[in-house]
């Protein structure tokens, strides 16, 4: 059996490595989005058409509403609860009752909940029941996502996936492992069989199977963008496009380490000199050259060189002026919301302003715009613990500094801002009293010895004081710890057995143990899901080991097996950190690697294949 080891010997000094990025935000060209909330120099609101008429002033609304779509939006009253409204009646609520949260109407209904742990209803513009999942109790759905292509994607306790139609009925039954939303009529999803095979199909809005996807050793796309779906090999790192009949269209050249969904015949794709725009054919439309680009609506493209953003049509070479702090994507009426100078306004096509008038904010929503599914969740927390939820309602983002305008959002990547968080608030446990059956037993005894120097103790006890930490912050589900522990850079490698021979199943069989790159927003982010989706998380450490890097001084490596258990996954494999304490006021994890201790064939993962601090080349 072939092992596939390739993060040997990193350069972590500069940490510039390939991150992969499958985006999972999928742009539509029709925005349906009628209205978007804006405010003035007070703390009032008011709604402002996307063709620039103000359709109530600022001052029309104490809380912020949501954006318009399908006619309707939704407001919090006075005890922070949402009501929903019509845009023919937009000062009284269609009727007194409230909600917890209130989804967008793509369709003529919507998903609702009455309180964090209620069922997920179905709600029509009365604000009236339609459906509700209490009527599928065998099912115990715990996630839905809102409405695309008249199909609502849920999921199940045990962790399978179905959807629903607009009348409530489960038109798909919950029998996928994994599943998304759909797009251009299709949606992909994926089973694994008896075996620990795993394979990925194309359905209809009806279940009927249309494509059975035989690609190994390959990441995919959330679903299709302009009849085109989305992957990385894992091996070569090569990317490419598959058609609807799922076989290949197009393979990238080698240059190419990041590239991004079709839309409008145009695909974002990035170079080691930055990024830039190819066509149908794979050509160049807009050189790599760029610090970012997103492909907005109407075929236009927002570019950002030296922090400045511009408007540019990839097919008529118009003067570029890069003078806007931020643009959004084009509206249905042409056009989009940008920042400059702080403040916020319209602009055209060729990104010249509409009007003289700027706002103190215009709030742009990226579920509303379909750029994101809008989530909705059952909040059960384990005794003890309030999970904090990101529900998607307007009253959890209504105060953010930069609504979704900016292209870190649009585009479904992420930006962070340095933590001004310290170590303080980790608790430092007396470690003299650890009991021999304490998984850091033997590293604990080494810390009490008075063997090692000062500052080698005191480096060791802050990483048993972390880790320790580290374990108990899944079960509490402590994400703002994890956003403290990573440093910005900081390089995740999860390690997972890929299946490479085809069969006419659509299946992939067993083959090896590849490895996964991403950064700490994606790993981050993705944690986020898991923490909403499980209503317990249990890890276990034990075969923990510290070791001092030989050479460069406050480095260490920290070597553990980890065991963990979810309300709908289990797996078992080796933890492996990196530790820096060069900076003695914030230690920081620049490396986490995750191997599974079982391989493909059931054999265990060999030992000189498990990552240690000399997998690590730090010259």
């Not at 070479?317 to 989009?336: M, N, R, T, V």
């Amino acid at each position: 059996m072939q092992q596939t080891n390739p993060i040997f010997h990193i350069l972590l000094s500069s940490l510039s490595v390939c991150v992969l990025f499958l985006s999972s935000c999928h742009h539509s060209d029709t925005d349906p989005v009628e209205a978007l909330p804006f405010r003035n120099d007070g703390t009032t609101w008011g709604l402002i058409a996307t063709d620039g008429t103000v359709l109530q002033p600022a001052g029309s609304f104490e809380h912020r509403p949501s954006a318009v779509v399908g006619g309707m939006f939704s407001l919090a009253n006075e005890e922070g609860r949402l009501q929903l409204y019509s845009l023919h009646d937009p000062a009284h609520p269609v009727s007194q009752r409230s909600f917890v949260r209130i989804g967008h109407f793509f369709e003529n209904v919507t998903l609702a909940q009455e309180e964090t742990d209620s069922p997920i209803l179905l709600i029509d513009k009365q604000g009236n029941n339609v459906a509700s999942t209490a009527q599928y109790p065998q099912y115990d759905i715990v996630l839905m996502h809102n409405f695309s292509e008249g199909r609502a994607l849920f999921a199940t306790g045990n962790g399978k996936y179905g959807y629903m139609d607009t009348q409530g009925n489960i038109v798909i039954p919950p029998i996928y492992d994994r599943a998304h939303d759909f797009h251009e009529g299709l949606a992909l999803a994926g089973n694994t069989n008896s075996e620990g095979q795993s394979g990925y199909l194309l359905i209809d809005r009806n279940g009927k199977i249309k494509t059975a996807i035989r690609l190994s050793n390959s990441l995919l796309d959330a679903g299709l963008s302009d009849n085109r779906l989305l992957f990385c090999e894992l091996g070569t790192r090569h990317f490419g496009y598959l058609n609807q009949q799922g076989e290949p269209e197009l393979y990238l050249s080698e240059k190419f380490r990041l590239a991004l969904p079709y839309k409008n015949d145009m695909a974002v794709v990035e170079t080691e000199e930055g990024q830039g725009v190819i066509d149908r054919q794979g050509q160049p439309l807009i050189p790599s050259i760029y610090d970012k680009i997103y492909l907005t609506n109407h075929g236009l493209t927002a570019i950002c060189k030296n922090g400045k953003w511009a408007v540019a049509d990839p097919r008529n070479q118009a003067a570029i002026q890069f003078q806007y702090d931020s643009i959004g994507h084009y509206y249905h009426e042409g056009l989009a919301v940008a920042r400059q100078k702080g403040r916020y306004l319209l602009i055209d096509k060729e990104g010249n302003p509409q009007g003289d008038v700027t706002y103190n904010v215009i709030g742009e929503e990226q579920t509303a715009s379909r750029l994101c599914p809008q989530r909705f969740l059952i909040e059960r927390p384990s005794a003890g613990n309030s999970m904090k939820l990101q529900s998607e309602s307007i009253e959890d983002k209504q105060e953010n500094a930069l609504p979704d305008t900016d292209l870190a959002q649009a585009s479904g990547t992420h930006t962070m801002e340095p933590t001004t968080k310290t170590s303080s608030h980790i608790a430092s446990q007396d470690w003299r009293k650890v009991s021999e059956q304490h998984p850091f037993y033997q590293e604990a005894i080494k810390v009490v010895s008075g063997k090692l120097d000062e500052k080698d103790t005191g480096n060791r006890q802050m990483i048993l004081n972390y880790v320790e930490h580290l374990r108990t912050s899944y079960t509490t589900k402590d994400i703002d710890f994890l956003e403290q522990l990573f440093s910005e850079n900081a390089l995740i490698v999860v390690g997972t057995v890929v299946h490479t021979s085809q069969k006419e199943t659509g299946y992939l069989s067993p083959a090896q143990v590849v490895y996964n790159v991403k950064s700490k927003r994606q790993y981050l982010d993705r944690l986020k899901q898991v923490f909403q989706a499980n209503r317990s998380i249990d890890v276990k450490f034990s075969d923990f080991h510290i070791m001092r890097h030989p050479t460069v001084k406050g480095i260490y490596g920290v070597s553990l097996r980890q065991k963990y258990r979810s309300d709908i996954y289990a797996d078992d494999g080796y933890l492996f950190l990196l530790w820096d304490f060069r900076d003695e006021t914030a230690p920081k994890i620049h490396v986490r690697t995750w191997q599974p201790r079982m391989q493909a064939d059931h054999t265990p993962l060999p030992e000189n294949e498990i990552f240690n601090i000399n997998n690590f080349n730090l010259q």
